[in-house]
C-alpha cells in the first residue's frame, strides 16, 4: 500500500512538473490606430534615443533635414521596415526552435483478465521511449536556422537601404521641385505685369492684338506648367512623409542640397570589385545558401534509420514483474530520405544560379548608371557653356520689344526657350541626385566615411 502511494505520488510530481513548464495563453489585441507619428518632435525622440556621436547624425529640423537626416528618419519611421522587423523575431523562433532536444515517449497499459479469474490479476506496463534521430540531424538543423536568421537579418538590413535611396531620392525631388516652382512663379509675375502693361496699351491704342496676345500666351502657358507641378509637388509630398513614417498634416523642409554628388569611375569600380562582401542583399543570398546547405547535410543524415530505444516495466496476469530494453528500427527499403535529399540538392542549385543572376544585374546596374553620369555630365556642360549666353540675348530683346524693334512672336519663342532651359538645368541636377543615391546604394556605400545609418548599429539599439 505505500508503494503503491509512492508510485501515486511520484506521477503527480511529474506531471505538475511538466505542466509547470508549458506556456500560457496571453491575447494580443490588434492596434486599430495609425503608426504615423504626429509630429517631428516623435521621430527627433525616437533618433535622440538611439543617438551616438560617433554612428548616428543627429536630428535637426529647425534648419531643414539633410539627406543624411532624412536616411535616419526613413529607417526609424517606415512602417513596412516595422513590419518586416517582425520577420526577425520570427526567425530567432525557429532558431530556437531548432535546438530544442525532442520529447520522450511515455506509455501505459491496463490488461484486466476475463472470464476464470481466479489466481490472475490485473496486468500493467509501463515504458518511455526516446527517437535518436533528431540528435544526429540537431546540429545541421540549427546550423540552418541560424544562417536562415542571418538572410533575414541581412535582408532587412538590404530593404533599409532600398528605403533609405527612395526616401533620398524623394527629398531631392521635393527640394528641386521647389526650385522649379520659384523660378515659375517669378516669371508668372513677370508675364503677368508684362500682360497687363500690354492690355493698357491695347486699350490706350499704343499696343497691337498680337503684342497683347503674345503677353497672355505666355501668361497662360506659365499657369498650366505651376498647376501641373503643384501636383507633382503634392504627390511627391505625400509620398515623402509616408516614407518617413509621418501624417501628411506634418510640415516639414528640405534644407539646401550639397554640391558635390558625384562619384568617380575609379571609385565606382573599386567599390565594384567588393561589392560581395559588403552589400546586403548579397550577403543574405550567401547566408541562404549557407542555411541550404546545412538542409541537405541534414537531409543526408536522415538517411540514417529511424531508431527509438526505450526501457519498459511491466507485470503480466499472472503476477510476474518484467523489465525490458524495447528499440525501433525503421528499414530504409523504399524511401531512404532520397525524395528530400532530391528537393534539398535541387533547391541549393536553384540558390547558386539565384546568386550569380544577382551578381550580374549587380554589375549591369552599375555601369548602366555610370555611362548614364557621363551622359548627364555632358549635357551639363553644353548648358552651362551655351545658357548664359541666351540670358544675355533675352535680356537685350525684351528691352527690344519694349521699344517694338523685334516682333512679338520672335521675343516669345526666346523667352520660353530660356525658360526651358533653365527648367532642365534643374531636370538635370535631380537626375545626377538620383543616379548618384542609386550607385551609393547599389554599391552600399554608407552615408559618410566614418559610419553607416543602417543595419546592426540601429537594430542593436531597438
Known amino acids: ?238 509620398d515623402l512623409s509616408l516614407l518617413l513614417g509621418l501624417q501628411a498634416d506634418v510640415s516639414f523642409s528640405i534644407s539646401p542640397l550639397p554640391a558635390d554628388n558625384t562619384l568617380t569611375s575609379s571609385q565606382i569600380k573599386k567599390r565594384l570589385q567588393q561589392i560581395t562582401n559588403v552589400r546586403p542583399d548579397l550577403l543574405a543570398l550567401k547566408a541562404g545558401y549557407r542555411a541550404q546547405e546545412n538542409r541537405v547535410r541534414a537531409a543526408i543524415l536522415a538517411q540514417f534509420p529511424s531508431f527509438t530505444l526505450g526501457i519498459s516495466r511491466a507485470r503480466d496476469t499472472g503476477s510476474v514483474n518484467t523489465s525490458g530494453l524495447t528499440i525501433g528500427l525503421t528499414i530504409p527499403v523504399f524511401s531512404g530520405n532520397r525524395g528530400a535529399i532530391a528537393i534539398e540538392r535541387a533547391t541549393r542549385s536553384l540558390l547558386q544560379s539565384e546568386y550569380q543572376s544577382r551578381l550580374a544585374q549587380a554589375d549591369n546596374d552599375v555601369n548602366r548608371l555610370l555611362d548614364q553620369q557621363a551622359i548627364i555630365t555632358e549635357q551639363q556642360v553644353n548648358l552651362t557653356t551655351y545658357l548664359p549666353r541666351l540670358q544675355a540675348i533675352v535680356s537685350r530683346s525684351r528691352s527690344a520689344y519694349k521699344r517694338g524693334d523685334i516682333d512679338a512672336l520672335t521675343f516669345l519663342n526666346l523667352e520660353t526657350t530660356l525658360l526651358n532651359k533653365q527648367l532642365e538645368v534643374i531636370n538635370l541636377q535631380q537626375t545626377r541626385w538620383q543616379i548618384y543615391i542609386a550607385l551609393k546604394t547599389l554599391l552600399a556605400l554608407p552615408e559618410n566615411e566614418d559610419h553607416s545609418l543602417t543595419g546592426n548599429q540601429l537594430l542593436k539599439n531597438k
Not at 528618419?73 to 522587423?85: E, S
Not at 479469474?117 to 536556422?145: C, E, H, S, Y
Not at 523660378?183 to 509675375?189: D, Q
Open 1 to 238: 500500500m505505500l508503494l503503491h502511494q509512492r508510485r501515486i505520488s511520484l506521477l503527480l510530481t511529474g506531471a505538475l512538473g511538466i505542466l509547470s513548464g508549458c506556456a500560457t495563453y496571453q491575447p494580443q489585441p490588434l492596434v486599430d490606430q495609425s503608426p504615423l507619428a504626429t509630429s517631428l518632435k516623435i521621430l527627433q525622440l525616437k533618433a535622440s534615443a538611439l543617438h551616438n556621436p560617433h554612428t548616428v547624425h543627429e536630428i535637426n529640423p529647425a534648419d531643414g533635414f539633410d539627406l543624411t537626416e532624412v536616411a535616419t528618419l526613413a529607417v526609424l519611421g517606415n512602417p513596412k521596415l516595422r513590419a518586416q522587423r517582425a520577420k526577425l523575431g520570427v526567425a530567432s523562433a525557429q532558431a530556437f526552435a531548432a535546438g530544442l532536444l525532442p520529447d520522450p515517449q511515455l506509455s501505459a497499459s491496463l490488461d484486466k483478465p476475463m472470464g476464470d479469474t481466479t489466481g490472475l490479476v490485473n496486468a500493467w506496463g509501463a515504458g518511455m521511449a526516446f527517437d535518436i534521430v533528431p540528435l544526429i540531424t540537431r546540429q545541421a538543423r540549427i546550423d540552418a536556422k541560424q544562417n536562415a536568421k542571418t538572410q533575414i537579418r541581412l535582408g532587412l538590413l538590404w530593404q533599409e537601404w532600398q528605403v533609405i535611396q527612395q526616401a533620398q531620392t524623394l527629398a531631392v525631388r521635393y527640394r528641386l521641385e521647389q526650385q522649379r516652382l520659384a523660378l515659375l512663379n517669378h516669371m508668372r509675375s513677370l508675364y503677368k505685369k508684362r500682360f497687363q502693361h500690354s492690355l493698357q496699351g491695347l486699350k490706350q491704342g499704343n499696343i497691337t492684338l498680337d503684342v497683347n496676345g503674345t503677353d497672355l500666351t505666355a501668361l497662360l502657358g506659365t499657369f498650366s506648367q505651376i498647376n501641373q507641378l503643384e501636383q507633382t509637388h503634392n504627390q511627391t509630398r505625400h
